[in-house]
């Protein structure tokens, strides 16, 4: 038996962009032909390099997504900034761990669900744009709290964080859902975090500095 499978095979014959860039991608194809039109090279010039760019940054690969039925894949790609126990997570009741995904510009931003479960709770909470990368962005930035129970009871929260220049959280998913590990759930537009709460019954498998790739990184394994 395998250990991985593809997260939507279906979808490897389709351009690999994620459908939120296509209004921003068709404005730039727009102004690039405007500007060439009325023979404004230089600022043809930069809209192409923009479009290509927004084409770039909207990109939505296929991932492989890891078939362990234990595993916690990561919502996101980007870098660790933070893994260990926090005291009273948003939507527990107790100690849990805490792993924080930093997201640059350049990183994929389409979101994956970390476990197979049942959406349980969705709240979206409106706040300030601090830098994904700082610590209080977990508190006082806009963000959508998304919990999930796993068939076995286990529950855990993954909250989608805007940034600096983040402007738009787009969560397609709702509460009482079926999801499956891998699936695609929402992006961030533009830098951003995703913050991941998880039980203390659980061997993480990442620290503080490592990358991740969402829906094929594995978090750690539940107990």
Known sequence: MSNHFASNPMRHFGLPLAKAGYPFIAAGWFLTVLFFWLAWVLPAIGAFLATLFICYFFRDPERTVPNHQ?????????RII??????NGPLHDKTCIKISIFM????????????????THIEYRPGRFFSAYLEKASKRNEQNFISLETTDGIRLCFVQ???????????????GDSVARGERFGMICFGSRVD?????????NVSVGSRVKAGTSILGYLR
């Open 70 to 78: 234990r595993a916690v894949v990561a919502p996101a790609d980007g």
């Open 82 to 87: 933070e893994a260990g126990r926090v005291e």
């Open 104 to 119: 640059s510009v350049f990183n994929v931003h389409v979101n994956r669900i970390p476990c197979d479960g049942k959406i």
């Open 161 to 175: 964080i805007a940034g600096l220049i983040a402007r738009r959280i787009l969560c397609s998913i709702k509460v």
């Open 196 to 204: 991941v709460y998880l039980p203390m019954d659980i061997d993480v």
